[in-house]
């Protein structure tokens, strides 16, 4: 059975949220960055961009 071309692979799927995360704060004011994959356990790193 081939594969459903609208369905995204594991990788990609989860890499979405965090991305989406960060730029909804980047919407709200917050400073928010993506880490990269070794930092083990943090996703995201926040300022409040008003401090």
């Known amino acids: 059975m081939p594969e459903d071309p609208t369905r995204l692979p594991p990788g990609l799927s989860g890499a979405a949220g965090p991305c989406f995360v960060a730029a909804e704060l980047g919407r709200r004011g917050y400073i928010a960055t993506l ?10 790193l926040i300022a409040n961009a008003a401090a």
Not at 35 to 44: E, H, K, N, S, W
């Open 35 to 44: 880490t990269v994959r070794i930092a083990r356990g943090i996703d995201l």
